[in-house]
């Protein structure tokens, strides 16, 4: 196993493959992702970048092959899945707050009443995340006082505040009005200076060209293509993969 640091990687997945009952949505899936890079999944609806990434932290259960989460094995009989969910922060399409929460609350939530960190340092880190994310005016508000772009950088500094070791976005921008896209996209860019590993399921190619070290194309549930942008969008060998982009770009 490749190390960094002599640590293991943040995430590796070793021929992967998930059913929901006989429909086979993850076929043989294999992903080594080191700390601080930057993954963008795309493809076709229903291909399973959702499954994919929900397995990452037993959001779903995979039946064959290997997923590690640093160096820790996700299985059936595993103990401890809260510490391995602790480094993984997730942000979902539907920014899934808790609405009868304010923001501030919904931020410190998990650190608060999931890992009983008292309230003042888990609020002052809430209060610099809430900058961070351009949205401190907002901290006492309710979510459904917020823009969706507003709510959306709500969940991710709320994702943050475990002090994740990785985070994964779901189509974070995919529920979003237009004018509210780029604004969330500018927070992932930011996040993605700082070093943080992130693996992104999206098809805002603009963001992945920018930010990818490599983008992962699925179809089918399988692994189609892999590649830098450069080469990924330039010359695609597959003709699933040159048939997607000619859709989207
Ligand atoms: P994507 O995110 O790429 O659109 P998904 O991972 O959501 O794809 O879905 C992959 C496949 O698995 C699809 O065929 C979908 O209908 C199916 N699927 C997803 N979730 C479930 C579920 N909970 N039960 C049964 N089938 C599911
Ligand atoms: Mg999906």
Redesign the pocket.
Known sequence: MAEQDGRPPIVELQSVCKW??T?K?LSDISLQVERGRKIVVC??????????I?CLNRL?AHQEGRILVDGIELHSKMRGIEQVRRKVGMVFQNFNLFPHMTVLENVIAAPVYAMGEDRASAGKRAEELLARVNIAEQAAKYPGQLSGGQQQRVAIARALCMRPEIMLF??PTSALDPEMVAEVLDTMVSLARTGMTMIC?THEMGFARSVADEIVF?DK?EIVERAPPETFFTSPRNARTKQFLSQIL
């Open positions: 929901y009952g429909h949505v493809g076709p609806s229903g291909s399973g970048k959702s499954t994919l929900r779903e779901d189509e399921v699925m549930g």
